[in-house]
T-cell receptor, first 118, second 113 residues
Framework: DTEVTQTPKHLVMGMTNKKSLKCEQH?????MYWYKQKAKKPPELMFV???????INESVPSRFSPECPNSSLLNLHLHALQPEDSALYLC?????????????????FGPGTRLTVL | QQQVKQSPQSLIVQKGGISIINCAYENTAFDYFPWYQQFPGKGPALLIAIRPDVSEKKEGRFTISFNKSAKQFSLHIMDSQPGDSATYFC????????????FGGGTRLMVKP
């Protein structure tokens, strides 16, 4: 199973709502990533979890709150978002994210959640 | 600051032709250079990746050419097919930054039948 699943596929929310995005993988990967992708742009890294601990936060506003309940699950909690936060939110996983690996540690991406903030 | 520059932004190729996408980088700390393919409504998927000590890598119709001294690399798609129509991203991984990728700006490829 080389699949990363994300739910929901689409989400529309108001600026006062609280919602969560969910990501799951069963490949035994110990690194998981959240990316934001705007239309016609490359993915932008938001957060990295390594062995269930937050290792990288790319200066993301606090209205985005990640959570890694276990090694297979990654959540992104959303609160008080702005219309400019509308984007495709991608989750990815890799075997790990340790430096110095002799081969490319492939990041497997999920299909994303299309988020619209009204 | 864009550390990986990708060109062209868009490309139209006839079926059977060769599609060529170029990328250039500045940071010599990059140690892997993967290419990702993304179809509309889907997440990116790895196509092929190369290390900087290899000048060329081929997998089927896809070839990466790498010029370390020029800090440039390119993707060649031979015998391009309409099913190859997608957005392609080159990327670079920093060897001391926990598998983090820096993406190029992307190239939207359309292969005409």
């Amino acid at each position: 199973d080389t699949e990363v699943t994300q739910t929901p596929k689409h989400l529309v929310m108001g600026m006062t709502n609280k919602k969560s995005l969910k990501c799951e993988q069963h490949m035994g990967h110990r690194a998981m990533y959240w990316y934001k992708q705007k239309a016609k742009k490359p993915p932008e890294l938001m957060f990295v979890y390594s062995y269930e601990k937050l290792s990288i936060n790319e200066s993301v506003p606090s209205r985005f709150s990640p959570e890694c309940p276990n090694s297979s699950l990654l959540n992104l909690h959303l609160h008080a978002l702005q219309p400019e936060d509308s984007a495709l939110y991608l989750c990815a996983s890799s075997q790990d994210n340790l430096a110095g690996a002799q081969s490319y540690n492939e990041q497997f991406f999920g299909p994303g959640t299309r988020l619209t903030v009204l | 600051q864009q550390q990986v520059k990708q060109s062209p932004q868009s490309l139209i190729v006839q079926k059977g032709g060769i599609s060529i996408i170029n990328c250039a980088y500045e940071n010599t700390a990059f140690d892997y250079f993967p290419w990702y393919q993304q179809f509309p409504g889907k997440g990116p998927a790895l196509l092929i990746a190369i290390r900087p000590d290899v000048s060329e890598k081929k997998e089927g119709r896809f070839t990466i050419s790498f010029n370390k001294s020029a800090k440039q690399f390119s993707l060649h798609i031979m015998d391009s097919q309409p099913g190859d129509s997608a957005t392609y991203f080159c990327a670079a991984r920093r060897d001391n930054a926990g598998n983090m990728l820096t993406f190029g700006g992307g190239t939207r490829l359309m292969v005409k039948p």
